[in-house]
């Protein structure tokens, strides 16, 4: 069987045999509403996209609560539209990875359209226009909104957008302003702008950015300064914060294997150009969160009816907060970083070592939940528990701690820092954290690119590599008279870190942490069971 519109429509019973859920309406009727009179534009057509925000708008149209579908498009890897879209008519296998073992597949198909922003602009500017529009969300990752190097220079896509104007835009920030300058000069209808990436603070990246854009624009006479109003006044364009959470990793073998095995065609995955490993279809666990600022003006599909949460801003910053800073993505990054060192290559493997979990456990338990604010809509500590317990070792989970690694260095800030800072706020002892200095001693280590056995280890992409690991040169894994106070002035960087950990007692505890995981062969197992047990 193949993946297509014909496959589904013909071969219903087939794909029910293989208890495939299919969807419950029209999918060629939807593609040709949704293109006439659009309402949803998400940019971003990843596995995130495809494994949770398209699934959501599914179930409104199987209950019959939407009759429209989301058009999907991508700046950035255009082979994901060319490899995995359009062979495909759209449509994603969507396999469900149970904590239970098992496994659930569904065909979604409320994507109803997919453009490349580079030869689709035309048709991106004519949606933009179509005053139906009501929302153009985004997963484009953290990164994708960064306008800006590290140290302040704009980075050359932008600043080529910048001074060519709106004509052919690069950036995915450049390609939005110019979609939302379409609006404004087709009559200024109201739309909402949804940033649904992780990242703290989304709405308020995705409106600067887009406000620094339409100013240089402006400034350079491609547009009037009624832009700019347009753009700043929320009642017209909003931004709305949200809170995104469910873990979707690349695509494993055993999930291809099993669709192969029972006739489903053409599952394998690829390696886009631009270095993105994705397949036709998307293994993702069940839990999922997504947190909405209900701040739309020119109205939204029911989204609660499809589990999402609609509230107010300031409950959306608590929910982050919460699973940012303390109930998730700390300990996905305390146990990437032990878990590469230790020679782990999947995440749910490293919930079955008693020193990882006791570390996780500590770091959320015992360190973040006394800082954390609770959200009202969920509970830290039931949120914790369900990572732990259920998410973490599922034995289904394909995820990798080499994945996670990814861009350590844009995380600790705000993983660690912030509850860092609430301690110092709060005037609670530093010197009780054991966990968190540990963590970002592991960090640090990992960046030698020398595993526990002392052989050479991948070390995962981070816009920082190549100028952290040049502050520790000179320091050599197994030889700790190497060191010679080379963290100092990685620890004192307050826009990692988010503040000077130099100025705590911290910064001694993660140079003790440091140095003890240099010390030879098993030395980083040594320091982390030797920590984590003595604080049992």
């Given at each position: 069987?193949?993946?297509?519109?014909r496959s589904i429509s013909s071969g219903?019973?087939?794909?029910?045999?293989?208890?495939?859920?299919?969807?419950?309406f029209d999918v060629p009727d939807l593609a040709a509403r949704t293109r006439e009179e659009p309402v949803w534009l998400h940019f971003g057509a990843g596995n995130i996209f495809r494994g949770f925000i398209a699934a959501l708008q599914q179930r409104l149209l199987n209950a019959g609560l939407a009759d429209r579908g989301i058009i999907a498009a991508d700046t950035f890897d255009y082979d994901i539209i060319d490899r995995i879209y359009t062979p495909f008519d759209g449509l994603t296998l969507n396999v469900t990875l149970n904590p239970d073992g098992t496994t659930s597949r569904e065909v979604i198909a409320s994507v109803a359209e997919a453009l490349r922003a580079d030869t689709g602009m035309g048709r991106l500017r004519e949606i933009a226009a179509n005053p139906s529009l009501q929302m153009i969300s985004f997963t484009i990752t953290e990164k994708g909104y960064a306008l800006y190097r590290p140290d302040g220079s704009l980075m050359p896509p932008a600043r080529a957008d910048m001074t060519e104007g709106p004509g052919s835009p690069r950036h995915a920030v450049s390609v939005v302003t110019a979609l939302l300058l379409e609006r404004f000069n087709a009559g200024a209808a109201p739309i909402a702008l949804v940033s649904m990436d992780n990242c703290s603070h989304n709405g308020e990246k995705l409106r600067s950015g887009v406000l620094a854009v339409a100013r240089a624009w402006v400034e350079k006479g491609f547009a009037g300064r009624d832009l700019l109003d347009y753009i700043s006044d929320e009642s017209r364009v909003s931004f709305p914060w949200t809170m995104i959470d469910k873990i979707t990793p690349r695509p494993h073998g055993m999930v291809e294997e099993s669709l192969t095995a029972d006739g489903i065609e053409n599952m394998a995955p690829i390696v886009t150009s631009k270095g993105t490993y994705i397949a036709p279809f998307v293994n993702a666990e069940r839990p999922e969160y997504l947190v909405v600022e209900d701040s739309f003006p020119n109205g939204r599909p029911p989204l609660e009816e499809a589990g999402v949460y609609?509230?107010?801003?300031?409950?959306?910053?608590?929910?982050?907060?919460?699973?940012?800073?303390t109930c998730l993505n700390p300990l996905h990054t305390a146990m990437s970083v032990y878990g590469c060192m230790l020679g782990y290559t999947l995440i749910r493997d490293e919930m079955k070592d008693a020193d990882i979990t006791a570390l996780i456990r500590r770091l959320g338990y015992a360190e973040g939940l006394p800082v954390v604010t609770g959200p009202g809509i969920l509970d830290p500590r039931a949120f914790i528990d369900e990572v732990v317990k259920e998410r973490l070792p599922n034995p289904f989970m394909p995820d990798a701690p080499q994945r996670i690694a990814t861009d350590t260095s844009q995380k600790v800030g705000i993983r660690f820092g912030e509850t860092i800072k609430s301690y110092i706020a709060q005037n609670r002892d530093l010197e009780t954290l054991v966990a968190i200095p540990l963590t970002l001693a592991g960090w640090l280590r990992y960046l030698l690119a020398v595993d526990d056995k002392l052989r050479p280890m991948p070390v995962s992409d981070d816009p920082l590599k190549e100028e952290l690991q040049s502050k520790l040169s000179g320091v050599i894994a197994g030889k700790p008279e190497t060191y010679s106070g080379q963290l100092r002035s990685i620890l004192s960087n307050e826009t990692v870190f988010g503040l000077d950990l130099t100025a705590t007692p911290l910064a001694d505890r993660i140079e003790k942490y440091f140095v003890a995981e240099l010390t030879g062969p098993g030395a980083v197992r040594r320091t982390l069971h030797d920590a984590v047990s003595e604080e049992e």
């Open positions: 069987m193949e993946l297509n519109y219903r019973a087939a794909w029910a045999a293989l208890k495939v859920e299919l969807p419950r609609m509230t107010d801003r300031d409950t959306v910053n608590r929910t982050e907060r919460m699973k940012v800073t």
